[in-house]
């Protein structure tokens, strides 16, 4: 079976990555990317915050399957080093969290510790990079359901096994057209890579349309007759990475791997903190802002600005924003301190969303409408990286047709 996948992101890759394990020929595994740069939206450039049950009915079994996943896959590929991952402290300063009810945080400009379902018993903890004028923040999670990773990093350490497995890359290039033989089944796809004229057909008999906040115009590319409509839309939002005075702490306060729990049994404390809060500097246009500390890099990510900012033909056509990114900066100082900080990076990405919140996981087909051999895998909104490897891990099980490992009827297109 040739199967290929349009959209090298954290879904595509993760999709790859559990295909290539069981497919008796990976060669047989194809990766479509269109933008001259890998990972140029979402995937490189989200918070990595992970969640184990911060998530709906519907998404709650993929969430839990997937903490699981990022868990073993940390323990067995050293992912502390690596792609960083820790677990990581959910803290809320000033705002309510809520009992894990189904809320449209991000459209609505709340935080999205509405999604959470527990708070922890609180301790004299908290962040040793929060300016010391703010008080003790609530503890949501301690770090046994909450972690943290770098999403570049992640991505690049998917997409390396892929390929030494012998799952082929195509990139930069388009898929422009789809084949299908006399019974209606796919059989191939045309590609165009951008940077030569060498058109070419690849045999493809299994389609996964993973292509986060482009996968409705690339459908539409792919089927331009077809009545199936794919509700992905695109919500936009800046972030910054920050470097703190006060970030990372001294070394010998770190555990020998974070990325195993069972090192923090002595000091449950995990060194890494999410912090949730809210934001008035513009009382017209309040948000919720995110700050996320990782290890090893000692980086501080800021993000909660989001927006409908037009979905650009490539990532790499980002205009950024000078307006939002300034919020930002103004947010760090009240949070981190006047002068505790130097900016690294401002950064503009795009997340694929849905109007009903969950992300789309299953066949191309709604009713009596299908097209053959499709699969649609998108929206999962700001936790694509959380729910990346249970995604990956259960899109492989799809298609190979073998028995799921998360419940995911109603994550149907």
Not at 29 to 45: K, R, T
Request: proline share 8%; net charge negative.
């Amino acid at each position: 079976m040739a199967t290929v996948i349009v959209g090298a992101g954290i879904i595509g890759t993760s999709t790859a990555y559990y295909l290539s394990q069981s497919e008796t020929s990976p060669s047989g595994v194809h990766l479509i990317e269109y933008s001259p740069e890998l990972f140029a939206s979402a995937s490189g450039y989200a918070a990595g915050f992970i969640a184990r049950d911060w998530f709906s009915p519907a998404s709650a079994s993929l969430g839990r399957l997937s903490f699981e996943l990022h868990r073993s896959l940390a323990e067995e590929h050293d992912g502390y080093k690596r792609w960083g991952y820790s677990p990581s402290t959910a803290t809320s300063l000033a705002e309510t969290i809520g009992d894990g009810e189904e809320v449209d945080w991000m459209g609505e400009g709340v935080s999205r510790v509405k999604a959470a379902k527990r708070i922890a018993e609180n301790d004299d903890t908290k962040p040793i990079w929060l300016a010391p004028k703010h008080g003790r923040p609530d503890i949501i999670d301690k770090g046994e359901g909450t972690a943290q990773v770098d999403p570049y990093e992640l991505c690049q350490f998917l997409l390396s096994e892929c390929k030494d497995r012998g799952v082929k890359l195509h990139h930069p290039a388009k898929a422009t057209t789809v084949s299908r033989d006399a019974d209606g089944a796919l059989s191939s796809i045309h590609v165009q890579p951008t940077n030569t004229t060498a058109e070419y057909d690849i045999p493809c008999t299994r389609l996964v349309l993973a292509a986060g906040a482009w996968t409705r115009p690339v459908f539409q590319t792919l089927f331009p007759t077809s009545t199936l409509k794919i509700p992905v839309s695109s919500l936009a939002g800046h972030s910054l990475l920050l470097r703190s005075q006060h970030w990372p702490p001294q070394s010998s306060t770190l555990p020998n791997d974070p990325a195993n729990i069972s090192n923090h049994t002595a000091d449950p404390q995990p060194p890494c903190h999410a912090l949730f809060t809210s934001e008035n500097i513009n009382p017209s246009a309040p948000y919720s802002p995110e700050l996320f500390s990782r290890l090893p890099s000692g980086h501080i990510y800021v993000a909660g600005l989001n927006g409908h900012y037009p979905l650009p033909s490539l990532p790499t056509e980002r205009q950024i924003d000078p307006y939002a990114i300034n919020t930002l900066k103004r947010t760090a100082e009240r949070l981190l301190g006047e002068g505790e900080f130097e900016v690294e990076r401002e950064a503009l990405c795009w997340r694929p969303t849905t109007d009903r919140g969950t992300p789309i996981v299953g066949p191309a087909r709604r009713g009596n409408e299908e097209e053959k051999d499709v699969w649609i895998v998108a929206g999962h909104g700001p936790w694509g990286i959380s729910l990346s490897l249970g995604t990956g891990l259960v899109v492989s099980e799809m298609l190979e047709g073998r028995r799921l490992s998360a419940d995911v009827d109603r994550l149907s297109l």
